[in-house]
Structures are given as structure tokens and as C-alpha cells.
């Protein structure tokens, strides 16, 4: 290890010798932060750092506190050569990520002092300024390789995404006046922005740019930010189809409870989320995206369903060649339907209806795997909640007579099933009932409901469409309505489904009982209470002679498999607690 007076002597006098030589005297001496503002003061030898920059990158990166040197060699150095040493560093870091996560299914993440995020916003600080040096006469075949190497190193931390979007500013400001100032609590190092261009060099291979370029690198950028937009979105707990039923629903709000609209109002961290997702909004609009119309929905639901949106990147010949990210295009139609509403922004008018254009769009992204495309982007599936809820309150729900809707319900569903957040959960849920009875059609309505208690598997969603029964026949009753729903006859079709036969669990073991009672238990429930209103309250729908069967086969042998859990070992508080009510409310149908 050399003296540092010895390394200082060796960065001055060694840039007399030839590039070659004073590379190898800069690998060795260069290695410790104190070394760093000498070679910086060599650096400003343009011809030098023309000659040798894109050679410092890697080992500059390395050592702590070289951002000046670092900047100095975007300013100085030969921007197509630095820029092709920058794209090899960022692949660098998207291989350190995958070494460096720790998988922890509880608290997924990264080592908390990584060194990764600084490197990062390093390098896109040096391409802010690269990009606007190179004069070439395509300069989209720089930007297009450089932003997939960026995306592919992203990862998004408020930090990583400020630089993103410092980035974006930057690039876009090519062919257009500055872009207005947004504020952001996170602020991170932007050397193109508050350092001197007057430094940078010229490019020394200078071309006309060619007129076909400027849309290309538009284009790029659009594509770019429904990108990144995308990977946020899936990665935060936005909640925008929650918090739009709070502002869509405010009397149902629980006084005394905080609202999550208000969590997102005063916690810091919940701000910026917001405040993030709002600056790529508006990068995207200082980047032409500032419309809704039918051809920019079209183009989402007709689009591939696996599509990678970066691979054109690399090649293409025009920009009709590069297309949005579809899941990005979802996010940014949903937060300009959630921020017209919530926050009152002057944002465009989706021209889109629920049927056929968003029952498409849900087709595309949930497709046959519907639970591992919900898990695997569960930003997007909330913010196809949005779109949907958006265009409800807006009334758009079909633009012709045609219309699918128990498909369409039979994704809403899903996703009040399988969403890892149960605020978009219950969103999904009001949203699928909202729309159930809002159809006209009494007899498509039935149809659905018992479409769910026969087929469904899960007995939260039966519990859910026992809820809507109910609803329906209240309904019915309320507005002396003559339906499908105001006779006997409904009750006599779906009755098998609501109290099957479970004469069976007479012969059950304890531990089959317990599993029973696990998958069940949400369902069971609810058909218990919807039994009391059915046989106290709502008899005149009761079909003659039902009461009977319905005690022999379903609450006699319920109700002795109850009593049996009870006793049992392994029950424990909430299952005593839940088995009690159970007992308790088939008791009271009298029907034992």
C-alpha cells in the first residue's frame, strides 16, 4: 500500500508518461477516497480525460466520495466511449442486486447499507449529462441500450426512482424548454441540473442529427417511464381502488377510524408514494401522453400477453416500433381517474366503458393463471380495480347492448380472493356486488349468484353471494318488485346449494372435522344468519315443507359436527368463539 504523498506524486507526474502507462500507475494508486481531489485536478486535462475517462469508470465507482471525478470524466471524457462503460456498469449492478437481496418471505429486501443505490444514482447522473453531449446523427441507438440497462438495474427505492425521474428531466429537455421544477421530498445528487454545462466538452465526433430522431426518442422515453411506472406501482401498496370507495362511499366510513385517504394525507412515507407515481405521471405528460382516447385503450387489451416492451430497445427502425408497457398504460389511466377524483387534478377523460373496453383489459392481464398474475402484479390488479370503479361512478358501463358481465364478475372475484391486501380485497368485493345489482337483467343476476354457490370453491366468495342474495331479496321486497327474487321459487332452485346435505359429517373424523371446519367455516357462517332471516323474517319465500328437509340434512348434523369441535382438542379461541355463534344462531332457526 503506497503513502499517500508517494500516490499523489504518482497521479501528477504520471500523466506525462504514455495513456497506457498511467492507467496502470492510476489502478494502482488510486484506491483510497483521500487521492481523489488530485485526480480530479488532472482530469481537467480534457485531451487526458478524453483519451482515459471511459477507463476510470469502474474503478472510480468503487471508491467512496468519487462523484466529482466521476462527473468530470461525463464532462470531459468521450461520451459514446463513457456511455458504453456506463451501460457495462449498471449490468454490474442489476447481477450485485439478485447477490445482495435477502430472501425473507416475511420482510423481503436489500442489505440496508448496500452501496448499490448510490452507485446507481451516480451513473444516471453521468448519462444525464453524456446523452446530452452526444451529437450523432441517430442518438436513439445510445439512448434506447442505455435505458434497458437502467431498467434492468432499477429497483424501486425513493431514492433509485428520484434518479430516474432527474433523468427523464433531463433527457426530455433535449428538444423542449425546461421542464417545470416538482418538488419531492427526496433529493438526490443531480449533477446535470445543478452543475456548470459550460464545462462539458464537445462531442469530438459531432453529426446532424437526423429529423425522424426526436419522435424515436420520445417514444423511448414514453415506453421507459409506463415501465418504470409499472415496477412502482407493483411494488408499493398504492390503494387506489380502496381509497377511491372512501371518496365514492363517504357515509360508509367508520367515525373515529382513520381513513386510509387520511393515512395517505399525513404519513411522510405514504406522501411520497404518492408524490412519486404523480412525478412519472407527469413526466409522461411533458412527454406527449396527455390524452385518453379509444385508440390508446385499444392498443393496451390488443397487445400481446406476454410482451417484453424493452427488447425493441435495442433495434428498430421507426417509432411505431416501440410501444408502451401495457401494465404501465393500466397505472397511468387509473391514477388519472384516482387523482381527478381524490385530488381534484385537471386530468384527461378516459374515453373507454366498463363493456367491452375494460372486460377486456381484465381478460388480457388476469388470463387463464388468474391467481399467480394477481400475486405476481398486484399494483396492476388494483389498478384495474380503479379504471373499473371509475368508470361505474361515471357511468360509463357499456357502450353497446352486448356484455359478458358474469365473466367480467367472475374476475372481480378473483381478485377479492387471491390480492395480498384485504383493503383491495374488500374493494373487489363492494365492486363486484355494486355491479351485480346494478345489472337490469333479474334473470342474469340469478344466474350469477348461482353460478358461485354451486361451482365456486372458495367459501368466501359463497359467503359473499349469500350476502348478495340477501340484498336482492330485500330488494325485491322493498320495491314490490316481481322478479326472479320476489317468489319462492328462488329459494327452491338455490336451495341445495345453500344448505346442502351434511349428513356425512355424522361419520366424520375429529381431524377431517377440523379441516371441514377451516375451509368452510366463512360460508357456514353466513348460511346460518341467511337461514334466520330466511325462516324468521322472510317466510313468505320459504317453499312449503322446505323447513323440515332443511333441518334434517343440513342443521341437525352442522349443528352435532359444531358441538363435536367444541369439545375437541385443537380448537382454539376464535374457533370456540365462531363455533359458539354457529351453535348458537342454528339453535335459534328451531329447525333441530
Not at 59 to 85: D, F, H, Q, W, Y
Not at 281 to 299: H, N, S
Not at 419 to 430: K, W
Not at 443 to 463: H, V
Request: glycine share 4%; with cysteine.
Amino acid at each position: 500500500m503506497p503513502e499517500l504523498s508517494e500516490s499523489i506524486k504518482a497521479i501528477q507526474e504520471g500523466a506525462k508518461e504514455d495513456r497506457f502507462t498511467y492507467l496502470t500507475i492510476l489502478q494502482y494508486h488510486v484506491t483510497t477516497p483521500e487521492v481523489l481531489p488530485t485526480l480530479n485536478d488532472v482530469l481537467q486535462d480534457a485531451d487526458l480525460t478524453r483519451e482515459i475517462g471511459w477507463d476510470l469508470v469502474q474503478m472510480l465507482l468503487n471508491i467512496e466520495g468519487s462523484e466529482t471525478c466521476l462527473e468530470t470524466v461525463a464532462r470531459l471524457g468521450n461520451p459514446r466511449e463513457v456511455v458504453i462503460k456506463i451501460m457495462e456498469a449498471l449490468e454490474g449492478l442489476a447481477v450485485a442486486w439478485n447477490d445482495e437481496v435477502i430472501i425473507d418471505v416475511d420482510e423481503p429486501g436489500v442489505v440496508p447499507d448496500s452501496k448499490i443505490p448510490g452507485k446507481f444514482i451516480t451513473l444516471l447522473g453521468m448519462l444525464a449529462i453524456l446523452h446530452r453531449r452526444i451529437e450523432t446523427k441517430y442518438p436513439s441507438r445510445f439512448l434506447g441500450p442505455s435505458l434497458v440497462k437502467v431498467f434492468e438495474a432499477y429497483q424501486p427505492t425513493p431514492e433509485m426512482t428520484a434518479s430516474v425521474i432527474n433523468l427523464i428531466y433531463s433527457l426530455s429537455g433535449r428538444k423542449r424548454p425546461p421542464l417545470p421544477n416538482r418538488k419531492s421530498s427526496i433529493n438526490v445528487a443531480n449533477p446535470d441540473q445543478d452543475g456548470d454545462s459550460s464545462k462539458n466538452a464537445p462531442d469530438p465526433e459531432a453529426e446532424q442529427e437526423d429529423p425522424k430522431e426526436e419522435a424515436m426518442q420520445q417514444k423511448l422515453l414514453q415506453a421507459f417511464v409506463t415501465c418504470i411506472l409499472q415496477r412502482y406501482v407493483n411494488a408499493k401498496d398504492m390503494l387506489w381502488s380502496p381509497r377511491l370507495l372512501e371518496v365514492y362511499n363517504p357515509k360508509k366510513t367508520v367515525p373515529g377510524r382513520k381513513t386510509m385517504t387520511e393515512a395517505f394525507r399525513e404519513d411522510e412515507e405514504l406522501q411520497n408514494q404518492d408524490s412519486v407515481v404523480g412525478q412519472l405521471v407527469a413526466l409522461l405528460r411533458d412527454l406527449g401522453l396527455d390524452k385518453c382516447p379509444r385508440e390508446f385503450v385499444k392498443v393496451i387489451f390488443e397487445a400481446p400477453v406476454h410482451t417484453d416492451t424493452l427488447a425493441p430497445f435495442d433495434d428498430f427502425s421507426s417509432a411505431d416500433e416501440i410501444h408502451l408497457s401495457p401494465g404501465g398504460a393500466v397505472c397511468l389511466i387509473a391514477y388519472w381517474i384516482f387523482s381527478k377524483d381524490v385530488f381534484g387534478s385537471d386530468s384527461p377523460r378516459p374515453e373507454m366503458h366498463i363493456f367491452p373496453d375494460h372486460a377486456a383489459i381484465l381478460r388480457r392481464f388476469l388470463g387463464r393463471e388468474m391467481q399467480s398474475e394477481i400475486l405476481a402484479s398486484p399494483g396492476i390488479a388494483d389498478a384495474l380495480l380503479a379504471i373499473g370503479l371509475g368508470l361505474e361512478h361515471r357511468n360509463l358501463i357499456k357502450e353497446a347492448d352486448e356484455m359478458n358481465l358474469m365473466a367480467y364478475h367472475h374476475s372481480l372475484t378473483l381478485i377479492s380472493v387471491f390480492h395480498p391486501h384485504i383493503q383491495v380485497r374488500n374493494a373487489a368485493t363492494s365492486f363486484a356486488g355494486s355491479l351485480l345489482h346494478a345489472d337490469p337483467d333479474d334473470q342474469n343476476r340469478l344466474d350469477i349468484l348461482e353460478d358461485l354457490l354451486e361451482n365456486c370453491m372458495f367459501a368466501s366468495l359463497k359467503a359473499c353471494a349469500v350476502t348478495w342474495l340477501k340484498e336482492e331479496l330485500i330488494a325485491a321486497k322493498q320495491k314490490n318488485l316481481s322478479n326472479q327474487f320476489s317468489s319462492p321459487d328462488v329459494i327452491e332452485r338455490l336451495q341445495y346449494f345453500l344448505f346442502p346435505d351434511m349428513l356425512s359429517l355424522n361419520e366424520t373424523s375429529a381431524e377431517a372435522l377440523f379441516e371441514f371446519w377451516a375451509q368452510n367455516h366463512l360460508f357456514l357462517l353466513q348460511v346460518a344468519n341467511f337461514a334466520y332471516f330466511l325462516f324468521a323474517g322472510f317466510t313468505h319465500l320459504v317453499p312449503a315443507g322446505m323447513g323440515a328437509a332443511v333441518g334434517q340434512r343440513f342443521v341437525e348434523p352442522l349443528l352435532a359436527a359444531a358441538e363435536r369441535l367444541q369439545k375437541a382438542d385443537g380448537a382454539d379461541g376464535e374457533d370456540h368463539m365462531q363455533l359458539s355463534i354457529l351453535t348458537d344462531r342454528l339453535r335459534s332457526l328451531g329447525l333441530q
